[in-house]
């Protein structure tokens, strides 16, 4: 099954402490990008990727930081989170000349006290 | 810059009413594409549909319709005879022409769509 995986899909944690937020396509996409869903914002893109080792940022990419060693895998990493961190976050991924439909994981929420 | 917009932030209908959704988008690229993405409560993002910019014309799909005009840079998106399961968030987007090499896909801020029984 096609599929965008992300984890954790809930997470709290304090201020300060390093985390990571995996996500993980088995669809071979070329392109991936993580997304943050505040209300009232709708989605607004942290970072994205092209493909292996090539990553640009995207609105908001302040206080994180991407990877992308392996085609399938794009963690998002937070080095020092903050409150104003808390939100919503989704992965997703796409193809290369394809119909141009994101896949999105199910997204994680996360909350920094 | 592109920029999307959703000014309705909330519809709330009674089911079997038509309800369109509106959306407005800024870009100076001639080539572009627009999505509507559905989010309904349990928390994914369903896509709907993506058209071209040089593709005006309207798209039915069962219950569902959109309505693309450049003249007023707006992709409507319509639901005829809503039903309880088309409570939702739905938001529209915007990419410019390399959106396949990855470029920036702007969201808009999205409208929620409640439908009453």
């Known amino acids: 099954e096609a599929q965008v995986t992300q984890n954790p899909r809930y997470l709290i944690t304090v201020t300060g402490k390093k985390l990571t937020v995996t996500c993980s396509q088995n669809?071979?996409?070329?392109?991936m990008s993580w997304y943050r869903q505040d209300p009232g914002l709708g989605l607004r893109q942290i970072y994205y990727?092209?493909?292996?080792?090539?990553?640009d940022k995207g609105d908001v990419p302040e206080g994180y930081k991407v990877s992308r060693k392996e085609k399938r895998n794009f963690p998002l990493i937070l080095e020092s989170p903050s409150p104003n961190q808390t939100s919503l976050y989704f992965c997703?991924?796409?193809?290369?000349?394809?119909?141009?439909?994101?896949?999105f994981g199910e997204g994680s929420r996360l909350t920094v006290l | 810059a592109q920029k999307v917009t959703q000014a309705q932030t909330e519809i709330s209908v009674v089911e079997k009413e038509d309800v369109t959704l509106d959306c407005v988008y800024e870009?100076?690229?001639?080539?572009?594409?627009l999505f509507w993405y559905k989010q309904p409560p349990s928390g994914e993002l369903v896509f709907l549909i993506r058209?071209?910019?040089?593709?005006?014309q309207n798209e039915i799909s069962g219950r569902y319709s959109w309505n693309f005009q450049k003249s007023t840079s707006s992709f409507n998106f319509t639901i005829t005879a809503s039903q309880v399961v088309d409570s939702a968030v739905y938001f529209c987007?915007?990419?410019?022409?390399?959106?396949?090499?990855?470029?920036?896909?702007?969201f808009g801020s999205g409208t929620r769509l409640s439908i009453r029984p």
């Open positions: 669809m071979n996409h070329e392109y």
């Open positions: 870009t100076r690229d001639t080539t572009y594409y």
């Open positions: 987007a915007l990419s410019d022409e390399s959106y396949s090499s990855a470029s920036k896909i702007i």
């Open positions: 997703a991924s796409w193809a290369s000349g394809g119909t141009g439909e994101l896949f």
């Open positions: 990727s092209m493909n292996v080792e090539v990553t």
């Open positions: 058209r071209n910019s040089f593709d005006e």
